[in-house]
């Protein structure tokens, strides 16, 4: 009789369910650096205002890391240091360290393996990873896998950008926009139902032709003819990006939450990365979020690329509570972009 075998089978998938191995988020850091870049000192270095600034990006204000050798090593390293005074974790039980930046120190070592030592995270193997804007996004997804796939027990993902160190402050169109700032999670088990819970990422090279920076690379080295071209700064398009990041940002997170029956009374947090009020406000308003489910820190920190996202989960983690719905969500250079459904840990 079939009936005889239900029970067995649902305390065969209940136990499933149980032993499912989650990666919940168990501790956040942050850094950003003391100088503070305002729209009105832009306005003594290129052709600009504040009004400007302020109602098309909505940002008032950008930190930048300021020094010799000072490279974003500097903000991952405080960043990781803070997480584990936070959370009292000792940096030898850390397994693996992933960095997402476009800027890192150097094009190699990675930053990853400079921030590893540093902490004193001696066990870890570490690497970096390169998504721009969406890196964290990627980076998280990819360290969370480690952790549900039980290979690993403690991974540290950050994401971070010194995005001075890739501009043009004679270029009005992108300088304005950036900052420097990094910001890390740290990952752990967990057989509760809560952690990294759903993942859509994309991605689409055709992008290339409107975000990316031209020279330092392998297909165009550094040269006295780049240099004097302007080519190792950011080259963008920010209407053709601001069009596409609108309409892809705003459809993942949609589709994200309706596959996990989830809407705009049960998202507790859209997360969303700042490059943009406007974007940010148009994908809000797709998803039927209101303004006060939406973190935000644009106006202080302007894009700090893949630190835009654990940044804010720095800002806002004393609002969060265990079995907070969040809508974590990225547009950026690639084009890359995606969401993560994220279940508050704590
Ligand atoms: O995070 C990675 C992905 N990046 C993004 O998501 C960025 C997406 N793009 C954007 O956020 C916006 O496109 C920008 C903020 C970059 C630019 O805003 P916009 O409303 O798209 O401006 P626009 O490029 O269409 O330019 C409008 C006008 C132009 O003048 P004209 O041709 O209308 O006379 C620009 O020259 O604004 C001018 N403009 C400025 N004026 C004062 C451009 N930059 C500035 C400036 N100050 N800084």
């Known amino acids: 009789m079939p009936g005889d075998f239900l029970p067995g089978i649902l305390f065969y998938y ?13 501790g956040v850091g942050g850094y950003v650096p003391d100088y503070v870049l305002t729209n009105k000192e832009l ?55 992933i960095f997402a930046t476009v800027t890192a120190d150097m094009t190699f070592p990675a930053t990853a393996n400079i921030v590893a030592t540093a902490v004193g995270a001696t066990n870890a193997f570490s690497y970096d990873m390169g998504a721009a804007c969406s890196g964290f996004l ?60 759903d993942s859509i990422l994309k991605s689409d090279g055709s992008g290339e032709a409107y975000l990316h920076m031209k020279a330092g690379g392998s297909r165009m080295p550094a040269s006295h003819e780049t240099v004097d071209k302007r080519q190792h700064y950011v080259y963008q398009e920010g209407a053709a990006v601001f069009k596409f990041a609108v309409t892809n940002m705003a459809d993942v997170s949609a589709q994200l939450a309706e596959r996990n029956h989830l809407n705009a009374d049960t998202i507790t947090w859209l997360v969303p990365h700042q490059a943009n009020k406007r974007i940010i406000d148009a994908t809000a308003h797709r998803m039927g979020v209101t303004d006060d489910k939406v973190m935000m820190n644009i106006e202080r920190y302007g894009n700090t690329t893949a630190g835009t996202i654990p940044l804010l989960l720095w800002d806002y983690e004393k609002r969060l509570k265990k079995g907070d719905n969040l809508i974590l969500a990225a547009f950026g250079g690639g084009f890359t972009w995606g969401a993560i459904y994220v279940k508050w840990a704590y």
């Not at 400007?52 to 930190?63: H, L």
């Not at 971070?160 to 926009?177: A, H, N, Q």
């Open 14 to 26: 209940s136990s499933l369910k149980m032993n499912k191995i989650r990666a919940a988020i168990t």
């Open 43 to 97: 306005e003594t270095m290129v052709d600009t205002n504040d009004e400007w600034i302020t109602t098309r990006t909505g940002i008032k204000e950008r930190r930048i890391l300021k020094g010799e050798n000072q490279g974003v090593s500097v903000m991952g390293i405080a960043a990781v240091k803070d997480m584990l005074a936070k959370t009292k974790t000792d940096p030898k039980e850390i397994d693996c360290i």
């Open 138 to 197: 990627y980076a998280l997804v990819t360290g969370a896998s480690f952790i549900q796939s039980g290979m690993y027990k403690k991974v540290v993902v950050i994401g971070g950008d010194k995005m001075s160190s890739i501009l043009d402050y004679k270029d009005r169109t992108t300088c304005i926009i950036f900052g420097d700032g990094a910001g890390c999670v740290l990952l752990e088990p967990t057989h509760e139902d809560v952690g990294v819970m």
